[in-house]
């Protein structure tokens, strides 16, 4: 009898248990979501509609402006009369913007040479490409970039660094900037984290006194104090000053960035190298700066990233990168006052490159990822 | 306490291998070890035991100098233990070492953690070093680990890989600092196997542990160590059946019950 009534008590929950495999209507789909995110509290609806509120009086009349109302290939005049965006401004002037004062019939060279360094940055994403070759290539593309902005052989007209200007001048002091900062910067932590003391206290004052001041009083000493130390007659290419002053700034950054990353090595680490009897480089280059690196990726491509905007302070020392260039076409009597156009337009170029390095850093840490 | 099957039988050897004499060690005020004299011969196997604190592992770390001691001497095979950085480089060549916590490379794979040693300080090519981390692989039963990185294995695989790794650098001496005191229950057995193989072959061992059964059926000598110092040191029948000191009686009472 006993037995009995459990068997059956048994069989209500096999039978209750099955009838609940379904949830109800109200937690799933598009209305369960929004139930359980947007409207789960009064406080909650009200913020929802609010926000609702606040989109539909912003987006369609910006879809209005931006492409509903917009010219894309008029004159100036026609923009003027007209009500929405005028990107026709692009198409007319984007040759200025691009590359600046550089002779408008060689500009097919710095266009050249950026498509050979977004060619060689992208065949590099692929770690399996890192080989030797791949140095070699870098190598040649450099060169080759060089001498097709310089000129002066094979029948190039030579034209003058002090006319480099737009895309090609803001990519040069990014990506040469932040190659050779990213070096300086795991050597500065090392030196920092050094035994010697010599070595330590240099590398600490260098962080210290580099981190106290910002880039903009480095670019001004780089181009007015510097040229006064230099006996009369020698000059410095006024980039390659502005470059320097973009390298050792962000070096410091990055130093601080990895040293995080070295104190975040267990002590178990030296030690299993060291008591294999590794030395001290080896130890650092095969078992500690991969780990410790691969750590902080995140905030030096963060790091990396605000180097790549900061460039466009090179504008105070009157170089032409891809910002002053905008400016510059914007006081052109015929196409002043569309200025959002044009700022959209630069903002996309610094966008685009910037979700390169975002997006291969995430990339980066994917493949790198060993679960431990 | 576990039960590691017979005893190892094998024949000592004269001559030392490790010779430390006099020697002190300071952590700032803290006087870490006293007086420590203890000469190992080749192929003998030495379990320290102590409580915590007592300055065993302290002891063993001096061997490879990942401590510096600062009074007294130690040679290993023939050579001082000093400031010079070569020597220091030449003892760790031949003295394998073995931590509670693994300590393997996460960053590289099960073989290429055990090839990096022989590559970079022995100078072995590449494909003969990885030839031998195979051996030894398969020696501590974890072949078919290899390629895998070692956040993916459990405890007791790694430690059976760390061990592994010291055994390619062909050590003269292996130094087990608490290896099983990170160990869930189960994985301390496999990990203790493979130490009595090792103990088979005649490798000198000097090794860190509570594992008292362990102590029994493989050491020759067993050393116990309290503030600082060796209190008591003998064979493992007499120093289990017949403690001398009181300190002794009294860890052997709280760790055998």
């Not at chain 1, 099955?18 to 359980?36: E, F, I, L, T």
């Not at chain 1, 005028?86 to 950026?114: E, H, M, N, T, V």
């Not at chain 2, 023939?78 to 031949?94: A, Q």
Request: overall charge neutral; charged content about 15%; hydrophobic content about 45%.
């Amino acid at each position: 009898m006993l037995g009995h009534s459990i068997k059956s008590m048994d069989n209500t929950t096999t039978i209750d248990a099955k009838s609940s495999v379904k949830p109800p209507v109200s937690s799933v789909g598009v209305v369960g979501w929004a139930r359980a995110n947007l409207f789960n509290s009064w406080f909650n609806s009200i913020l929802t509609l609010l926000t609702l509120l606040l989109l539909w009086k912003v987006i369609p009349p910006f879809v209005n402006w931006a492409f509903i109302d917009s010219l894309w290939w008029s004159t100036s005049a026609e923009c003027k009369a007209a009500e929405g965006a005028c990107w026709s401004i692009i198409p007319a002037k984007y040759r200025y913007i691009l590359f600046g004062l550089y002779p408008y019939d060689s500009q097919w060279r710095p266009f050249l040479a950026i498509i050979i360094l977004i060619g060689l940055l992208f065949y590099s994403r692929n770690r399996a490409h890192w080989k030797k070759s791949l140095a070699y290539a870098w190598l040649v593309g450099l060169i080759l970039m060089g001498l097709l902005l310089r000129g002066g052989i094979l029948g190039l007209a030579s034209v003058e660094s002090t006319l480099w200007g737009g895309l090609p001048l803001t990519l040069l002091l990014s990506v040469f900037g932040l190659t050779a900062a990213y070096p300086l910067g795991v050597l500065l932590a090392l030196g920092r984290q050094s035994e010697m003391p010599a070595i330590k206290s240099i590398c600490i004052i260098y962080i210290e006194m580099i981190r106290g001041v910002p880039l903009i009083t480095l670019l001004f000493m780089s181009s007015i104090v510097f040229p006064l130390f230099l006996p009369e007659g020698v000059s410095i290419n006024a980039i390659l000053r502005a470059q320097v002053a973009i390298i050792m700034f962000t070096a410091a950054y990055i130093a601080e960035v990895v040293r995080g990353g070295l104190q975040g090595m267990s002590a178990g680490q030296f030690e299993a190298a060291e008591s294999l009897g590794l030395n001290y480089y080896q130890t650092m280059r095969l078992v500690i700066l991969p780990q410790a690196l691969k750590i902080v990726i995140p905030p030096t491509v963060s790091q990396l990233i605000s180097a790549l905007k900061d460039t466009s302070l090179v504008v105070i020392i009157a170089l032409y990168d891809l910002l002053k260039t905008t400016q510059t076409t914007l006081s052109d009597p015929d196409w002043m006052g569309f200025s959002s156009e044009a700022y959209i337009f630069v903002a996309l170029i610094y966008f685009a490159c910037c979700y390169f390095m975002s997006s291969y850093s995430r990339r980066l840490e994917e493949e790198l990822d060993t679960g431990l | 306490m576990n039960d590691t099957g017979t005893a190892v039988e094998n024949q000592l050897s004269e001559d030392a291998i490790i010779e430390i004499t006099g020697m002190h060690k300071w952590f700032g005020e803290f006087h870490v070890l006293q007086d420590i004299n203890l000469t190992v011969k080749k192929k003998e196997r030495i379990v320290i035991c102590g409580p915590s604190g007592s300055g065993k592992s302290t002891l063993i770390r001096c061997i490879n100098r990942l401590e510096e001691h600062q009074r007294g001497s130690i040679v290993v095979d023939g050579i001082e233990l000093s400031n010079d950085i070569k020597n220091i480089e030449k003892v760790r060549t031949e003295v394998g070492m073995v931590f509670q916590h693994f300590n393997l490379f996460p960053h590289l794979t099960i073989v290429e953690n055990l090839a990096l040693g022989p590559i970079w300080v022995r100078k072995v090519p590449k494909k003969e070093a990885e030839e031998t981390a195979m051996y030894y692989l398969e020696k501590v039963q974890i072949a078919e680990q290899a390629q895998k990185f070692p956040g993916q294995l459990s405890g007791g695989q790694q430690q059976r890989v760390a061990i592994a790794r010291s055994l390619c650098m062909a050590p003269k001496v292996m130094l087990f600092d608490e290896p099983t005191s990170a160990l869930d229950p189960e994985m301390i057995k496999e990990v203790l196997d493979v130490m009595i193989d090792l103990a088979r072959e005649g490798m000198t061992m000097l090794v860190v542990t509570h594992e008292m059964g362990f102590a029994k059926s493989v050491a020759h000598r067993v050393l116990f160590m309290d503030y600082g110092q060796i209190v008591e040191q003998n064979t493992p029948n007499e120093f289990f059946d017949n403690p001398k000191h009181d300190r002794t009686k009294l860890f052997l009472s709280q760790i055998l019950n």
